[in-house]
T-cell receptor, first 112, second 112 residues
Framework: DQQVKQNSPSLSVQEGRISILNCDYTNSMFDYFLWYKKYPAEGPTFLISISSIKDKNEDGRFTVFLNKSAKHLSLHIVPSQPGDSAVYFCAASGSRDDKIIFGKGTRLHILP | KAGVTQTPRYLIKTRGQQVTLSCSPISGHRSVSWYQQTPGQGLQFLFEYFSETQRNKGNFPGRFSGRQFSNSRSEMNVSTLELGDSALYLC???????????FGSGTRLTVV
């Protein structure tokens, strides 16, 4: 029972263009969503979050959009840079102190 | 400040043996969560400890157990190891209400 789904295992984007990573969730009790980035041989690092009272949160080149009615969120990276090549995990929680459930990840390749 | 420290980094064990993994959280963090990462499965939640008490538990068999000490350090134990337990085990610590977790670099367990 995958409560957080990332249906694209991988994505390739040209350097300088926009990268869009998508995520769907099934549990309507989730109200706090996060994105993590992971390089090989390192633990995931927190990127950006959004609570259900918002539909957009922006931090520099990273923007997360939340569509609660569709149970869908997306991460936009613009412009994409070579250092953005990594695995991106979408995650969700019932609250800021609840356990965090992760998706299976999307591997992003930024092409030169 | 020091990050989340996991020891050992690498471990090779034989089927049927048991193993103990250690996690030292960031100073002041009282919540410690454990995740298992395998190829194709993403990060699967094992359990979370807060103030020496298990607060949340994932869907893993009883062979997987954990504990937390008064200094917030946590250990995870896996008994009667199976080949399928080969994975990267990640520990994360957090403050209440703080954005997400801070992960350690993980312990790579190989069961042969």
């Amino acid at each position: 029972d995958q409560q957080v789904k990332q249906n694209s295992p991988s994505l390739s984007v040209q350097e300088g263009r926009i990268s869009i990573l998508n995520c769907d969730y099934t549990n309507s009790m989730f109200d706090y969503f996060l994105w993590y980035k992971k390089y090989p041989a390192e633990g995931p690092t927190f990127l950006i979050s959004i609570s259900s009272i918002k539909d957009k949160n922006e931090d520099g080149r990273f923007t997360v959009f939340l569509n609660k009615s569709a149970k869908h969120l997306s991460l936009h990276i613009v412009p994409s840079q070579p250092g953005d090549s990594a695995v991106y995990f979408c995650a969700a929680s019932g609250s800021r102190d609840d356990k965090i459930i992760f998706g299976k990840g999307t591997r992003l390749h930024i092409l030169p | 400040k020091a990050g989340v420290t996991q020891t050992p980094r690498y471990l090779i064990k034989t089927r049927g043996q048991q193993v103990t993994l250690s996690c030292s959280p960031i100073s002041g963090h009282r919540s410690v969560s454990w995740y298992q990462q395998t190829p194709g499965q993403g990060l699967q939640f094992l359990f979370e400890y807060f103030s020496e008490t298990q607060r949340n538990k994932g869907n893993f068999p009883g062979r997987f157990s954990g504990r937390q000490f008064s200094n917030s350090r946590s250990e995870m134990n896996v008994s009667t190891l199976e080949l399928g337990d080969s994975a990267l085990y990640l520990c994360a610590s957090s403050l209440p209400g703080k954005d997400g977790y801070t992960f350690g670099s993980g312990t790579r367990l190989t069961v042969v």
